[in-house]
């Protein structure tokens, strides 16, 4: 065994891992990376068909990125951004601004749809610009700020002594710490310390494959194509909306991953949803928390029924829709994949809310010691700065058609399920058969045993449960997209093989 594996399986406790499992196996010890591949110990290639667990962007060792990360670091690398500013984070957070407020979008109003007529709503509520962003280091503490100021500005602004809850979807997963676990609906991962969380409520996701109220019969095809139903799902929406208005404490927010849930199993929504339950959410006094931390930065592709026509406008998913919200959290991508470092963009309303007297004690008591670190922002900057470029526009197009077409090559498989492709980001879901929908046993590790499978054909990846992810870096190239899904196919076909 290679020396640093022995050193990694004596002392390292790896995340969301069954130890147990790890310490059987020799585990592969990434040394370096190009572009989508990296390189292990032992001289072995893959293609990191996850982007490193959806953090990266556009490569490892990309020229652009450590280059900015170098010129910063002969500056300085972190200051505290307690009581003093610095130069990346005051750069950055103008360009997270002016990214975030795609032209047009605080001049949409959302459409007034069948469900809002019916409960009586007139006047749809506008979008409001974000204006400012709150740093910090993870998804969990980006989600975690969002949490308390939206709890903070209920409070302040509703003037009672309620204690403001929050809507979330099921299935919902929006970090690890107590606070963003206590939004999240996975029982799995939550059960362990359910005794330390507060109650927040649940409304079903539109999971148009295993949806109750969606009554067609599987087909080969992305179940939201051909689903039929009355979308109960934003009916369930309004439902929980007015449930909670006649108890007398209104939701604070409705916290979503727009487009497509992550964690939860890349649960894509049927175009139309979000633009509704915003909707609803908004005309009963709720905000909105748009968790981006896996879809921003350009993850949910091309929108070519986007209401507001240029590429700036799709780097986030709230925005295909229409949708701005009252709170924007990134993480995963912001840094391209190269440091750890979050964000949490909110507007000038919620801003006025913290402001005051310091006597009166209305600051927002929230922090952390790596809050806008120097070297994390100007990763983030070269990112952006990549990002917008033509080629990287360019790019990204073509890797979502090359992805698009090379998954109808699972469709003949009896084990795939649904496919779900939201622009850069899939989850193909294994089921038994097809055509019952039956699912796998999660201690069968039917996705874990694929991934495996796929690891020995060059390609790394990480499923959530009985799907399995693929969102490769932007900078992938049709020969590499066509291998990731060809290990994926032939991961299947091996692992589904019935024993002679
Ligand atoms: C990964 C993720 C988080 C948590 O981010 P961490 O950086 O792991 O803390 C939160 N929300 C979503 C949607 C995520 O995908």
Redesign the pocket.
Known sequence: MHPLAQLDRRHVWHPFTQMRDWLRREPVVLVSGRGAMVRDARGREYLDANSS???NLHGHNHPKINAAIRRQLGKVAHTSALGLANEPAALLAAELVKVANPPGICDLRLTIDETNRRAGRKSPIANRKLEKVFFS???????EVALKLAYEFARRTRGGKARPKFLSLAGA?????VG?VSLGHIDLFHRACAGLLFKSEQVMSPYCYRCPFNRAKPERADAREYRRCNWECVGKVEQKFSAQKKRGNPFAAFVV?PLM???AGMIPQPAGWLRRVVEIARGHGGQIIA?????GFGRTGRNPESRIQNPESNLFASHHEGVQPDYL?L??GLTGGYL?M?ATLTTQKVFAAFLGEYGEFKTFFHGHSYTGNQLGASAALASLEILKSRASVKARARLEEVLHDELKSLWPLPQVGDIRQVGLVVGVELVKDWRTREPFDLRERAGIRVCEAMARHGVLTRPVGSVVVLMPPYCTTPAQARKMVGALREAIIETFRSPK
């Open positions: 667990i959806w953090t280091d993870d998804g969990s503490t980006a989600v997963y929006h970090g690890d710490t963003a991953e849930q992550g964690a968790d981006e931390v896996m879809t959290c993480a995963k750890p979050a």
